[in-house]
């Protein structure tokens, strides 16, 4: 399986502690609904094994950087010791050799380096404990995804029972599986369960984005307009302190060409704000 494309080169050491709560920002949004649908197109008809795959991929791709930007709240060693396990599981995956005299170190397939990578998270677990560990038993569960698509899930429910950082992050894997599976219901509530929460970690614009896909999905054409419309006015309105318009996230781009397709005649109420003017002329 061809290596997807990742921005993890951060991944090799675990970052410094950032002073406010960091919420998960727009890094992934732009590419990961596209592959889903680019996905489901291309590996239509040949089974869903591959597709759950390829999607479970993509859920860890996401989650992996919100999570890493989240606030250390352990000792050094057991952050580098979750940060090298974070770097296994992202790893490259490719059956040619590497360059004579390269030390890179890579596998032939996604389920070796998931197998590896939950191998390293385990032990995280066994020696650290605390809330570093309750983190590397997350990540166990989302790279079992690829593994065991079932007891991925499962481990992914059990963790989204809490309420902390972690169980939020579950939950949203477990609301992408759930529409992924065609259990449309279940991600709804999910995701609405989610956008209720005042600090749900997850972007609420992410969020409603892909809510507003699942009522596309159920056909609910109405409701999945009425969102994307939401995140693209209030973005193209937005302005910063100075009163100055803020330029649109990709997320609200996106949303704007489905409220486009949806309701052409309502998009035109969408006015993106001009790009601002370089200070190099």
Do not use: C, H, W
């Not at 060693?77 to 030390?103: C, H, M, N, Y």
């Not at 995280?124 to 166990?140: H, L, N, T, W």
């Not at 056909?219 to 939401?230: G, M, S, V």
């Not at 803020?246 to 060409?257: S, V």
Request: charge should be neutral.
């Amino acid at each position: 399986m061809a290596r997807k494309n990742r921005r993890f080169d951060q991944v090799a050491t675990a970052p410094e502690a950032p002073k406010d709560a960091v919420r998960y920002q727009d890094a992934f949004q732009q590419n990961v609904n596209a592959k889903l649908d680019e996905v489901g197109k291309k590996f239509e008809g040949n089974g869903r094994k591959i597709v759950y795959a390829v999607l479970a991929l993509l859920v860890i791709a996401l989650l992996v950087f919100v999570v890493m930007r989240l606030s250390r709240r352990s000792g050094a060693e057991a952050q580098a010791a979750l940060g090298k396990a974070i770097e296994t599981s992202q790893l490259r995956v490719t059956d040619q050799p590497v360059p004579a005299g390269s030390t890179e170190k890579t596998f032939k397939t996604e389920k070796e380096r998931a197998e590896a990578a939950i191998a390293e998270f385990q032990t995280v677990v066994d020696k650290f404990g605390g809330s570093v560990g309750e983190r590397a038993k997350y990540f166990i569960a989302v790279n079992r995804l690829v593994i065991d698509r079932a007891a991925g899930i499962s481990e992914l429910e059990a963790i989204a029972g809490s309420s902390s950082d972690n169980g939020k992050l579950a939950k949203f894997a477990l609301a992408q599986t759930r529409a992924d599976d065609g259990k449309f219901d279940e991600a709804v509530k999910l995701y609405q369960e989610l956008i209720a929460m005042p600090d749900a970690i997850i972007a609420k614009d992410t969020l409603n984005f892909a809510l507003a896909k699942v009522y596309e999905k159920q056909d609910k054409k109405k409701e999945a307009a009425d969102l994307y419309f939401t995140i693209a006015k209030t973005a193209a309105d937005a302005k910063d302190a100075e009163g100055k318009p803020i330029p649109m996230t990709q997320t609200a781009r996106d949303a704007k060409d489905r409220v486009t397709e949806l309701d052409p005649e309502r998009a035109k109420e969408i006015v993106e704000p001009p790009p601002s003017a370089s200070p190099f002329g």
